[in-house]
């Protein structure tokens, strides 16, 4: 099977790739568009800032490439944030492959010490729906680090609730995300990848 994890200006490429390696999986890091068109299943790992992400896949044309992707794709993190409609992260248009916005978490007045920015850590994930996300899975924990949250929308496949409810994960047609990231989540994080790559 070939993997393609797409190589950009974000972090987490490396750690995104030590995981399918400890899985057995090989994976080539890459942003030549057609190795990443030729793909079985290609992972779009991040973990950076939005307005200044989306200016570097504009420069290279992977804004449209990775819109018009026809096998599996994989977003995580700042991938899933990237997949949405629009981020207030430097108020940037971004891929418009789910409708969903992305937002900054606002703690209620006098809950900033209580519910810090950003939500970092393990936290559980329930109400899970798609392919990757099986049922076994549902009110497991796993591993966060973002101060931006997708809204709950049609596409949402899992929710995580901190101070408000957001769509830990999203599935539209070819298309899955995770806030999350999965590398990070131990076995919970493998099973997910083991999913995804088995699609």
Known sequence: MNIVII??????????????NRLGVTAEITADPEKIKDADKVIFPGVGEASTTMAYLKEHQLDVLIKNLKQPVLGICLGQQLMCS?????NVECLGIFPEKVKLFSPEP????????????WNNIHS???????PELNDQYVYFVHSYYVEVG?????VCDYIN????ALQKDNFYATQFHPEKSQKVGEKI?????SL
């Open 86 to 90: 629009h981020s207030e992260e430097g």
């Open 110 to 121: 006098g809950q900033e010490f209580i519910t810090k920015v950003p939500h970092m850590g």
């Open 154 to 158: 049609p596409d949402t496949a899992a």
């Open 7 to 20: 190589k950009y200006n974000a972090g987490n490429i490396e750690s995104v790739n030590n995981a399918l």
């Open 193 to 197: 990848l083991e999913n995804f790559i």
């Open 165 to 168: 409810p957001f769509s830990a």
């Open 128 to 134: 899970l729906k798609g392919e990757i996300l099986t």
